[in-house]
């Protein structure tokens, strides 16, 4: 890791160095079971091990770290278990989400969508980032719209649990066109003006998506 950016001197150093510890881990970049050295990290980083600590502290209560007494600390392993509960409970708060957002859209909010939509079906056979950069934003159009605060929230932590497996999500052959359809799906229900049946459209696309990536990682274990 190397040092915090200059460009960022006035952003309190702590945060700094956590949001970037942060990124890491949810970009794959720092893999599961990958050790964080308080020390190592002191000495590159230039600054206290007390920083250090108080990040990995804060990092371990958002679960994307593991301390283990004796032995130090390391990037959070999620099991096969771990990443099923995880999404069982993200389609059904984003599922509420869709619910709750379909019945405060406008005409023009719909049309906006379906832009969305059009764009991202345009893009399946493209950079599997700029694919991912418009399914979020699809995602993202209901959570915003739903109008819950707490709700909003709780979607975007449990959605960070799992990001650092988006990479392998997108590698998946066919998943990016079977998420697509998911998207119709939804936004057939929205066009009819169906709060229920957005709602569980989205709670089914999204479990599909946890069922492609959990067969795939019980094939290929060892990227967990």
Known sequence: MSAPNPAQKNRPLRETIYADLRRQILSGRLLP????????????????RTVIREVIKQ??????????????????????????ELYVIQAALEGLAGSLASQKMRKEDIRE??????RLKKSVRKDPGEWQKLNIAFHQFFIDKCGNRRLHLLIKNHRDQFARYWRIILSIPGQ?????????????????????????AM??????????????????????
């Open 59 to 84: 990092l371990e209560l958002e679960g994307l770290v593991k301390i283990t007494p004796y032995k130090g600390t390391e990037v959070s392993r999620l099991s096969l278990q771990d990443i099923e």
């Open 33 to 48: 079971g990958s050790r964080l050295v308080e020390s190592s990290l002191s000495e590159s980083l230039q600054v206290s």
């Open 203 to 224: 709670e089914e696309h999204i479990g599909q998506s946890a069922g492609n990536l959990t067969a795939f990682l019980g094939k290929h274990a060892f990227l967990i």
């Open 176 to 200: 990016r066109e079977r998420s697509n359809e998911g998207h119709e799906k939804i936004l057939r229900a929205l066009d009819r003006g169906d709060p229920l049946k957005v709602r569980l």
């Open 113 to 118: 969508l379906h832009s969305v939509q059009e």
